[in-house]
């Protein structure tokens, strides 16, 4: 199991990965992360369980903002987060939970700005992903 977050607040632009510099909790091997990079490396064939939650705004008031978690650079749709704050010091909270399968090793986990406007994610993000079966 692997908890990330990250200290400071960040601007993602389209395309872009959360940079997570902190990890309160890891155990186990299963789960591979360098420290202040953008991804999580899935090491063991198997079910995980994903959980992202972070509160997010825009660069542009009234302009709609998103994220997704990704696996080897492709979106997972369910995971979809969309806000859209009044203003641009407006954060908003997203989260979303899933569970993927990998069955080769080695995917890699993000968290990415699948939107056409920038993002700024507050500092206290929460990538939480645990093997389960």
């Given amino acids: ?8 607040e960040q601007t ?7 940079t997570f510099d902190s990890v309160p909790l890891h155990t186990g091997c299963a789960e ?3 420290a202040n990079s953008n991804s999580v490396v899935l090491r063991c064939d198997g079910i995980y369980e994903i959980y992202f939650g972070a509160n997010i705004g825009g660069t542009v008031a009234a302009t709609a903002v998103q994220l997704s978690i990704e696996t080897g650079g492709s979106p997972l749709p369910e995971t979809l987060m969309v806000s859209t704050p009044a203003a641009v010091d407006d954060l908003n ?4 939970k899933t569970a993927v399968k990998t069955c080769a090793g080695y995917d890699q986990i993000t968290v990415t700005n699948t939107g056409t406007s920038d993002v700024v994610v507050g500092a206290g993000s929460c990538l939480f992903i645990r093997r389960i079966a």
């Fill in 12 to 18: 993602l632009l389209t395309g872009q990965s959360i």
């Fill in 93 to 96: 909270n997203v989260s979303k």
């Fill in 32 to 34: 591979c992360h360098r």
């Fill in 1 to 8: 199991m692997i908890i990330l977050s990250n200290t400071t």
